[in-house]
């Protein structure tokens, strides 16, 4: 599986992401690019709707 076709698979569910800074996300993958930049809405204890990641600082992506 080539790793578009996972993160394409989780669109619309929730997702844990964990940064390069150990920072962890749980919400729900709206939209990601062919780099892998994620928009991720109703993140647990955030306080905006809606968190653009870039994918950079993306260190893993899982099933939340």
């Known amino acids: 599986m080539y790793p578009l ?7 619309g569910t929730k997702i ?12 729900t993958l709206r939209m990601f690019d062919e780099h ?3 928009v991720v809405s109703d993140i647990v204890d955030f306080p ?4 653009f990641l870039r994918s950079e600082n993306v260190l893993t992506i899982s099933e939340g």
């Open 36 to 38: 892998i930049n994620l």
């Open 5 to 11: 076709d996972f993160i394409r698979g989780l669109l």
């Open 16 to 27: 844990c992401i964990r940064l390069r800074d150990s920072t962890e996300y749980t919400g």
């Open 48 to 51: 905006k709707e809606v968190l």
